[in-house]
């Protein structure tokens, strides 16, 4: 999946068994704001800022003025944009061949300058800031009653009379409760779940594993969030061991089976009745991870950490009490942050309804946008072919089974052809009528209603099943994804926007970003997750036991690698991150084939003044997907921390690593073999 998870870098060489290099970061790149002097700092970043605007400015001047052989997009007017946006984030006193990636986004990083943000991208910020002008729009009479009700709840929870009392009155309320069915029953309906999650984003209703990381919990974080509790039931240990244990969960091929041996084996509280609750059978929900059973059974019938059923109720209510803290705690603090509103509430609980107001405001390029997005899946998937026809790594039947999951690969990109339907939106998202004179915590309570009770009954009907199958849930989500059990990826609107996609980009650009993006969701259906899965989606081996070999053999290559990547003192975890990794370092080479084959009638063409050619606008519209600037706290926490399971590559080695297995990249930038982005032993996917 691309989740471009949330710096700059240097690079100096350092022996990794077989000679090859080691990618590292100074200690500098991360400044220590608390020791600059304010004034000086804020001179410094304007300075920065006014020469790189001069720069641009400059550059955008000598394009427009240079001779153009042949063009990729519809005018040089385009051309001018798209390169002037490329440098706009580029520093171009640093040698691409020694740090590509701090030549591609060195000087958006140097210009970021919110001090009161640990984390930032170019992705999300720009993303962000649109959809968030949309939402303070005032509310209009001739608005859709879901296009009302999103602005609503959004403006609301900014505002400063948001009143936190009832959350108080929740957490008491846990409190008093004398059985587990109780708090369970009580913490579903208010959207806090207790031993799983039901995952109402995809059809048929999956139970998860509780996400704990999501929540950012730590030792220090639990303790101070008892000590708010209306008292310490001292569970302190139990849920640490809790959060643990799942946390300790090497990743795995999930199995799909019903939930019955869940509740069979949950014997301190009737799971049956709970359910019935939501108006489910165990038939209809199944269970995505058979590990739950197993961690569930051994945690609470350990005698060791629960002498009785009392003590169980105890954990219930200290787990509900701290969920409940973790998500109102800025709230109560009087705090209105924009990403809490924004992240939690808006676009987590009215995803579609998002996304039809951000393609109702941004339609004009619609129909262009969609057509070009699915002629360059059609052109990747093909050449996809072609790499596994060509492809030394399998036999014929290994070639065969892979070419068959291409064949029958499902597509979706775009918005559902009913994304501008009110009664739709409504059925998905919220089928009530939020008010102005409403507080948030009531309009909370009534859309959390909803989202927990009537919108999985509703699922469970045809016509709004129908709804949900052939889309790819809520469209407001910049991330695209690849689904195993359906055997489909998704594009979802989200992706129209830079720096994924502009329709103005010349052929390159678009292929370098949206194009390796769309390479990578197909190269997740042959990972270490995927190739346990047939061309119909069945949990079914797609290759023989040594074709198997074969690329468990390549991933190898790719964890050695990545366990060699890392900032100062920190290291990637290679196998945890492989999935992605692998999606990656397959996601690029075949957008980079397909560009070929997409330009081939072309001459190529080249920006007189500055040598960006073709290749060039590739390979840099590429990297500056995953422009972002960190805190050392931060980045230390999201991509190298042992609390929970690290999916994702820092951004920069997401652009590092693939661009090191490239020797594309070294003819276009023309890099010598032993430049520090080349590496003395490049590993593949197929």
Not at 73 to 78: A, L, M, V
Not at 519 to 538: K, N, P, V, W
Not at 590 to 595: G, I, L, Q
């Amino acid at each position: 999946m691309i989740y471009g998870n949330k710096n700059a870098v240097d690079v100096e060489e350092d022996e990794m068994g077989s000679g090859g290099v080691q990618y590292k970061a100074e200690e500098s790149k991360f400044p220590n704001l608390k020791t600059s002097p304010c004034l000086f700092k804020n001179l410094l970043f304007g300075l920065m800022a006014a020469f790189s605007l001069c720069v641009v400015a400059v550059m955008t001047w000598i394009i427009s003025k240079s001779a153009y052989q042949v063009k990729t997009s519809d005018t040089p007017e385009n051309d001018v944009i798209s390169a002037a946006y490329l440098l706009s984030n580029m520093d171009l006193s640093v040698d691409p061949c020694e740090d590509f990636y701090q030549y591609a986004c060195g000087s958006w990083v140097r210009n970021q300058w919110k001090d009161d943000v640990s984390a930032i991208s170019l992705e999300g910020d720009q993303y962000d800031e649109r959809i968030q002008k949309y939402l303070k729009e005032d509310v209009l009479d001739t608005d859709l009653v879901s296009y009302k009700n999103v602005k609503l709840i959004y403006q609301k929870c900014l505002s400063d009379d948001t009143d936190v009392t009832d959350v108080t009155d929740w957490i008491d309320k846990v409190f008093e409760f004398s059985t587990a069915e109780e708090v369970m029953n009580f913490a579903a309906e208010l959207g806090v779940f207790v031993l799983y999650e039901v995952n109402v984003e995809l059809s048929p209703l999956r139970m998860d594993p509780i996400s704990w990381y999501t929540m950012g919990l730590n030792e220090e974080m639990i303790s101070t969030l008892i000590d708010g509790l209306p008292e310490d039931l001292g569970q302190k240990d139990n849920v640490l061991k809790f959060m643990n244990a799942r946390m300790s969960l090497e990743p795995q091929s999930l199995t799909e089976t019903t939930i019955n041996d869940f509740i069979e084996h949950t014997t301190f509280v009737n799971l049956t009745e709970h359910f019935k609750t939501f108006g489910l059978a165990p038939s209809d929900v199944i269970l995505a991870d058979p590990r739950l059973i197993q961690e569930t059974s051994t945690f609470f019938s350990s005698s060791d950490n629960f002498a009785d059923s009392g003590e169980v109720l105890k954990f219930l209510k200290t787990y509900m009490g701290i969920s409940l803290q973790r998500q109102f705690t800025r709230l109560a603090l009087g705090e209105r942050v924009v990403e809490m509103c924004y992240l939690s509430f808006a676009t987590t609980y009215f995803g579609f309804t998002v996304g039809s107001l951000m393609l109702d405001r941004e339609k004009a390029n619609y129909t262009e946008t969609l057509a070009t997005v699915q002629e360059m899946v059609s052109v990747i998937t093909e050449e996809y072919r072609q790499i596994v026809r060509q492809s030394e790594l399998l036999s014929q039947e290994g070639k065969n089974s892979a070419i068959s999951k291409l064949d029958n690969l499902e597509v979706l990109v775009g918005a559902a052809p009913w994304i501008k339907n009110d009664t739709h939106l409504r059925k998905l998202n919220f089928d009530g009528e939020l008010d102005e004179s409403m507080s948030f915590i009531t309009m909370y309570k009534l859309v959390n209603t909803f989202r927990q009770r009537g919108r999985i009954q509703d699922l469970l009907h045809p016509d709004v099943l129908g709804l949900w199958e052939g889309t790819m849930g809520p469209q407001i989500s910049l991330n695209a994804a690849y689904n195993q059990i359906k055997n489909s990826i998704t594009i979802p609107i989200g992706a129209f926007i830079p720096p994924y996609f502009d329709i103005k980009w010349p052929l390159p650009m678009k292929y370098g970003a949206l194009g390796s993006i769309i390479g990578h969701e197909i190269t997740h259906a042959f990972d270490q997750d995927g190739m346990l899965y047939d061309s119909r989606g069945s949990h079914d081996d797609l290759w023989s036991s040594k074709d198997s070999k074969s690329m468990k053999d390549e991933q190898n290559c790719l964890i050695k690698q990545y366990n060699g990547f890392g900032h100062q003192d920190l290291r990637i975890n290679g196998t945890q991150t492989l999935n992605e990794n692998f999606a990656d370092n397959g996601g690029l080479p075949v957008a980079y084939k397909a560009y070929k084959k997409a330009v081939k009638s072309q001459k190529a063409f080249k920006i007189h003044g500055l040598g960006l050619t073709p290749d060039m606008l590739f390979f840099l519209s590429y990297a500056q997907m995953r422009c972002y600037k960190y805190s050392y706290e931060e980045l230390a926490f999201s991509y190298y921390s042992t609390d929970y399971e690290i999916k994702y590559s820092p951004p920069d080695f997401r652009v590092v690593g693939p661009i090191k297995n490239s020797h594309h990249f070294l003819k276009a930038f023309s890099c010598s073999s032993n430049c520090k982005m080349a590496s003395s032993q490049r590993c593949k996917t197929l």
